[in-house]
């Protein structure tokens, strides 16, 4: 009897091509499809080997900063290869033609010279009858023909061949469009051929990666939109040297041409100087650049030359006085706000590097905090163009709620606060010489420490601990908090022995130095954890002071004495990023 045939129709649900979970490592290595049992899959099973499954793999591609690092080794190598090159030119045989590379002698520093584009550098040979069109072509003077053909060599020229901006006319021919470029450049007093254009925007995304986070005072589309014009100004071209300068000591890649740079933008600067006597106004680019430079003396050079750099910078921001104050105008359409928030954000990078400067060596400061200037807008609204009207430093100071600032307003605050201890230390030695009484001395005191207090309050309700020490720009405020504490106690240590009545007084700013410099030398361990590149370049001063108390108290135990040896290793790590702290030691109270 025939069977019957069950037609019913099965489930339409499609069965999975493999079931769910990992491969096993033994199928990765053979290359064959892994059934995934569990707890041993087939291949395994039959080939007595363990059957071992790792679930979280590696990510895929390149590791992170990989490229990076990448770029900047490319961009070495390239500047390497070109000066070979350009050194292993040779000039032909004596005949009719000579080939000349078209190169100002007044812009090559050292073996190392710039261009600011794209660089386009090549050769090309000119007759002797053409010597009177090539001088008017060094003069800027763009003569009507140029004789003889261009031969372009492959090695010189290291720029992408698109189209130029400002020289996109179909009419004009490729080579005429890089005559016209190359005399343009010429014109702008600045050619060259050893630092690419590469190499220029990586120093660019270094300069606002490790440096605009401590001195932010300009604009990024800014910038890039005035540096890629043909059109700068002396003072913009300074800047933008002064930039690369500071850069390159921030990094491991550029450390070779860091000294060419820097003497580069320090001759650029004095020349530029030089050229302004008698003039009404001073370009903030200028300022901006001598700020820089002396950042880039305190880190590398001298502590010195970085204060007189400095000092060079205050002047003429006191010269120009009336660009950076801000007055009772509250309107924020009739100018251009981004440019006098540069101008602000200049003024209070000023401001900060006189108090912290001044306070090391005891000097009397150059800036006043009674001034009219409204202090610099949140970052972000800043980069974004959009117009924000900040209080002014009185407010910051005596606010009470804890309203979250930017960091650089947070650098403002502490370099007021400790910039009264300073001056309260000065008139404190006037008021000892005159013989007046002690009680203004206390006035003072219980002023300055009981803003100090609440500030630090508000500091730490804004900026959890976490935060300071994960933050480079924080931790060295979160330093300079408690290094004021220091400074106030050395002060009544040093200047004032009271009375009786007063010891309950010192007895509590003991206790609150104590807790202070130990705060420092747990903030001091957390800089090991920084990238050593981005860590504040006036972090030694901090340092420096804390050093001072921990040797006045070394009798006191050999726990202060381990303390002091935190300090004075953290101190000697920071020797390879910064010579500030050697140069402090001139200027040890």
């Known amino acids: 009897m025939p069977q019957s045939v069950d037609l019913s129709v099965k489930s339409s649900t499609p069965q999975a091509r493999q079931n769910p979970g990992a491969a096993c490592e033994e199928c990765r290595?053979?290359?064959?499809?892994?059934?995934?049992?569990?707890?041993?899959?087939?291949?395994?099973?039959?080939?007595?080997?363990q059957c071992q499954v790792t679930t979280p793999r590696p990510p895929r591609g390149p590791k992170r900063g990989y490229l990076k690092a990448l770029q900047a080794r490319i961009a070495t190598l390239e500047g390497t290869l070109l000066q070979q090159q350009r050194q292993q030119q040779q000039p032909p045989p004596n005949n009719?033609?000579?080939?000349?590379?078209?190169?100002?002698?007044?812009?090559?520093?050292?073996?190392?010279?710039?261009?600011?584009?794209?660089p386009l550098a090549w050769d090309f040979p000119i007759t002797t009858d053409d010597e009177r069109s090539l001088n008017d072509l060094c003069n800027?003077?763009?003569?009507?023909?140029?004789?003889?053909?261009?031969?372009?060599?492959?090695?010189?020229?290291?720029a992408s061949t698109s189209p130029i901006q400002g020289f996109q006319t179909p009419s004009e021919s490729f080579a005429d469009a890089m005559l016209d470029r190359k005399m343009s450049e010429i014109s702008d007093?600045?050619?060259?051929?050893?630092?690419?254009?590469?190499?220029q925007a990586d120093l660019d995304q270094l300069y606002f990666d490790r440096v605009h986070s401590f001195a932010p005072i300009l604009h990024q589309r800014r910038y890039i939109s005035w540096a890629r014009s043909m059109a700068k100004t002396d003072a913009q071209s300074c800047l933008r040297y002064a930039m690369w300068t500071l850069a390159a000591s921030v990094s491991a890649h550029y450390q070779n041409i860091g000294d060419s740079l820097y003497r580069c933008t320090r001759r650029s600067l004095e020349s530029l100087d030089s050229k302004c006597v008698g003039l009404g106004m001073t370009e903030m680019e200028q300022v901006q650049a001598w700020l820089l430079l002396a950042i880039h003396e305190f880190m590398c050079v001298d502590f010195s030359r970085g204060w007189v750099s400095a000092g060079r910078a205050f002047r003429l921001i006191q010269l120009n006085w009336l660009q950076y104050s801000d007055g009772t105008d509250v309107s924020l359409a009739q100018t251009d706000w981004v440019d006098a928030e540069q101008k602000r954000r200049t003024f209070w990078l000023a401001y900060c590097?006189?108090?912290f400067i001044s306070v090391r060596n005891n000097s009397p400061m150059t800036f006043s905090e009674q001034n009219t200037i409204r202090l610099p807008a949140p970052e972000t609204n800043f980069q974004n163009e959009q117009p924000t009207l900040t209080g002014f430093?009185?407010?910051?100071?005596?606010?009470?709620?804890a309203i979250v600032t930017s960091t650089f307003t947070e650098c403002i605050v502490v370099a007021t606060i400790i910039g009264r201890a300073l001056s309260h230390r000065q008139q404190s030695m006037v008021d000892n010489i005159y013989l007046n009484e002690s009680r203004d001395f206390w006035e003072r005191h219980e002023w300055i420490n009981g803003i100090?207090?609440?500030?630090?309050?508000?500091?730490?309700?804004?900026?959890?601990?976490?935060?300071?020490?994960?933050?480079?720009?924080?931790?060295?405020?979160?330093?300079?908090?408690?290094?004021?504490?220091?400074?106030?106690?050395?002060?009544?240590?040093?200047?004032?022995?009271p009375t009786e009545e007063k010891r309950l007084v010192l007895a509590e700013c003991t206790r609150q130095s104590t807790i202070a410099a130990k705060e420092i030398v747990n903030l001091t361990n957390k800089l090991?954890?920084?990238?050593?590149?981005?860590?504040?370049?006036?972090?030694?001063?901090?340092?420096?002071?804390?050093?001072?108390?921990?040797?006045?108290?070394?009798?006191?135990?050999d726990t202060y004495s381990k303390q002091l040896q935190d300090i004075t290793e953290a101190m000697h790590g920071l020797i390879s990023f910064s010579n500030l702290g050697p140069g402090l030691g001139a200027y040890s109270r």
């Open 452 to 497: 100090l207090i609440q500030r630090m309050d508000v500091f730490s309700l804004n900026y959890p601990i976490a935060a300071q020490e994960a933050d480079p720009m924080l931790l060295f405020i979160s330093m300079m908090w408690r290094t004021t504490v220091l400074y106030i106690y050395q002060l009544m240590k040093s200047v004032i022995h």
């Open 528 to 557: 090991s954890q920084l990238n050593s590149f981005k860590v504040h370049p006036l972090t030694p001063i901090p340092l420096s002071l804390c050093a001072e108390f921990f040797v006045a108290y070394q009798e006191l135990g």
């Open 96 to 118: 009719n033609t000579s080939t000349i590379t078209i190169a100002p002698e007044d812009t090559t520093i050292e073996g190392l010279t710039f261009n600011d584009h794209p």
């Open 353 to 355: 590097l006189d108090r």
């Open 29 to 49: 290595r053979r290359k064959v499809r892994c059934d995934r049992q569990q707890p041993s899959c087939g291949l395994c099973l039959s080939s007595g080997v």
């Open 189 to 199: 007093g600045l050619d060259g051929i050893n630092i690419s254009n590469l190499m």
């Open 393 to 401: 430093l009185s407010e910051a100071i005596t606010a009470r709620d």
């Open 140 to 158: 800027g003077t763009v003569p009507s023909t140029v004789s003889g053909t261009s031969s372009l060599d492959g090695g010189s020229v290291h």
